[in-house]
């Protein structure tokens, strides 16, 4: 009797330590939902080592599909969106608004990216649980975009969002578009899509960003009413700076020289 509780208090135990080590291994997200704070992220607050070198955070060159390649497997309703965005060059008013203000994202969380190689990945993640209230784990996400150790092809972010769902049919556009239409753009996806642009971008300290990158995704989770700045969601700062909040705002000419020096473009 005494040898038979012994076993059963064992494999009590075991199955303790088993369900423990299932959770222990689970994948952990870290995210973080913005606290509206306007300040342009200060580049002095990196540690010096990243001010030298420069790293690619998982962001492949890719080339922008062409109108019909964009088109191509929407529905009808997804195609009248999608060409009326491609369609959007902005708005050469020139009025400034006397009083500024600005638009977010309500709720909008970023993911620290999981691996140093995932910027697309938590980008992805974090557009879909805005948009549908889920998202899949980060390594899930990675597999579904075809991720390798050097990365995901930036053009396969626009793909798998379309794919997985939709509140919000996404287009690109080239790392050539003038600055007018990206600012239309990014206003347009803020306050009449409800949904975060994602954009490849190049950084550099010498031109004010907190760290150097040859290739690098973000979101843009808030835009002010002169277009003149927007507001960055990051996946990788915390990479760099483990303190440092993963929201910041930059003037719409930084992240458009940001775009234009990587060569991917952006998606809305």
Same mark, same amino acid.
């Given at each position: 009797?005494?040898?038979? %509780?012994?076993?059963?208090?064992?494999?009590?135990?075991?199955?303790?330590? *088993?369900?423990?080590?299932?959770?222990?291994?689970?994948?952990?997200?870290?995210?973080?939902?913005?606290?509206?704070?306007? !300040?342009?992220?200060?580049?002095?607050? !990196?540690?010096?080592?990243?001010?030298?070198?420069?790293?690619?955070?998982?962001?492949?060159?890719? #080339? !922008?599909?062409?109108?019909?390649? =964009?088109?191509?497997? /929407?529905?009808?309703?997804?195609?009248?969106?999608?060409? %009326?965005?491609?369609?959007?060059?902005?708005?050469? &008013?020139?009025?400034?608004?006397?009083?500024?203000?600005?638009?977010? /994202? &309500?709720?909008?969380?970023?993911? $620290?990216?999981?691996?140093?190689?995932?910027?697309?990945?938590?980008?992805? $993640?974090?557009?879909?649980?805005?948009?549908?209230?889920?998202?899949?784990?980060? &390594?899930?996400?990675?597999?579904?975009?075809?991720?390798?150790?050097?990365?995901? #092809?930036?053009?396969?972010?626009?793909?798998?969002?379309?794919?997985?769902?939709? @509140?919000?049919?996404?287009?690109?556009?080239?790392?050539?578009?003038? =600055?007018?239409?990206?600012? *239309?753009?990014?206003?347009?996806?803020?306050?009449?899509?409800?949904?975060?642009? /994602?954009?490849? !971008?190049? /950084?550099?300290?010498?031109?004010?960003?907190?760290?150097?990158?040859?290739?690098?995704?973000?979101?843009? &989770?808030?835009?002010?009413?002169? %277009?003149?700045?927007?507001?960055?969601?990051? #996946?990788?700062?915390?990479?760099?700076?483990?303190? @440092?909040?993963?929201?910041? *705002?930059?003037?719409?000419?930084?992240?458009?020289?940001?775009?234009?020096?990587?060569?991917?473009?952006?998606?809305?």
């Amino acid at each position: 009797m005494i040898k038979k %509780k012994m076993v059963a208090i064992m494999l009590c135990f075991g199955m303790l330590f *088993s369900t423990s080590v299932t959770a222990l291994a689970a994948e952990t997200e870290i995210g973080e939902t913005d606290d509206y704070v306007e !300040v342009e992220r200060d580049e002095t607050s !990196v540690n010096a080592q990243y001010s030298l070198g420069s790293v690619n955070t998982g962001d492949l060159l890719s #080339p !922008v599909e062409s109108v019909d390649e =964009q088109l191509s497997g /929407l529905s009808e309703d997804q195609i009248e969106i999608a060409v %009326k965005k491609l369609n959007d060059e902005g708005d050469d &008013s020139g009025i400034t608004p006397y009083a500024t203000t600005w638009n977010y /994202l &309500s709720g909008f969380t970023i993911y $620290k990216q999981a691996e140093s190689y995932y910027c697309v990945v938590a980008s992805c $993640k974090a557009a879909m649980q805005y948009l549908t209230g889920s998202s899949d784990s980060q &390594s899930t996400i990675a597999s579904a975009l075809g991720t390798t150790t050097s990365g995901t #092809p930036f053009s396969n972010a626009k793909t798998y969002l379309n794919d997985h769902q939709t @509140a919000n049919t996404y287009i690109s556009k080239g790392a050539s578009t003038v =600055q007018s239409t990206m600012e *239309s753009n990014f206003y347009s996806a803020i306050n009449t899509y409800n949904a975060p642009p /994602l954009i490849s !971008v190049k /950084l550099s300290t010498t031109n004010g960003w907190a760290y150097n990158t040859s290739g690098h995704t973000m979101c843009i &989770s808030g835009a002010r009413s002169d %277009k003149a700045y927007f507001r960055i969601a990051d #996946p990788y700062i915390q990479w760099v700076d483990s303190d @440092a909040s993963m929201f910041y *705002s930059k003037s719409a000419s930084s992240i458009h020289t940001a775009i234009s020096d990587r060569g991917n473009g952006y998606i809305y």
